[in-house]
């Protein structure tokens, strides 16, 4: 799916015709309205990945597969190949691979992305911070990691050995999968059925021009922009 080009020209044209709709002497049928149209508009068009690396097309999962190539290289400090790699090394040559560019050193990779709220809601391809930002670990689900240990230790898969307390950071730098399903299903929801046709240029112009967005996409916000400003009103 391609997304706006701007996230913030969405938001802005959003909050424009709440204002409009408002001006006009209408209301909404419910307080909640404009929210829930924003909240199932970014999640549509994946908007609410904003912050993630990459096109949408390489998935968390894409990043745990194509780390595991790397078990049993030894740690070297510094080393980003299959020669020897530390643990940012390991980050940074898995996502090069995937032909994402992040940061070398830890301390800039725990502020890529979006930051993950718990353990408990980590994805396969997460990066896990550790040891007060001195170490860093690929989450491959179900408590596990993968990563460059410390001198005379290879890349490894093992069971976290921390607990909440003492991870530093999570980060997102992709989405977990990429199917945005949910989304388009909270979306219909929402307008209350399908979308009906519309051209992409009238989705050009709600957007305010310069968004890029295909024809399914297209049909989703021109709908829910139609439950906003007609349906949305008692």
Known sequence: ??????????????????SLVEGSGGRTSSAAAPTAFADALQAATGTETAALLGDGTVSGEDVATA?????????????????????????QTVFKDLGIDVPRLVRDQEDIGTEVPSLA??????????????????????????????AGRDVS????????EGITTIRRVVPPTADRSTG?????????????????????????????VN?????????????????GLS
Do not use: F
């Open 1 to 18: 799916m391609t997304v706006p080009a701007s996230v913030e020209a969405v938001q802005s044209r959003i909050a424009e015709i709440v």
């Open 67 to 91: 780390a595991q190539k790397y078990v049993g290289v030894p740690y070297v400090l510094g080393g980003t190949t299959s020669s020897g790699m530390d643990c940012s090394g390991l980050v």
């Open 121 to 150: 809601e980590a994805k396969p391809g997460d990066l896990i911070v550790l040891e007060g930002g001195d170490h860093i670990a690929i989450y491959l689900g179900n408590n596990t990691v993968i990563h460059a240990p410390y």
């Open 157 to 164: 898969v093992q069971k976290l050995w921390v607990g909440e």
């Open 184 to 212: 388009l299903a909270g979306l219909s929801s929402l307008v209350g059925g399908t979308a009906s046709t519309s051209s992409l240029d009238s989705i050009s112009a709600l957007l305010g021009g310069g968004a890029s």
């Open 215 to 231: 024809s399914s996409t297209a049909q989703q916000l021109m709908a829910a922009r139609s439950a906003l400003l007609t349906g």
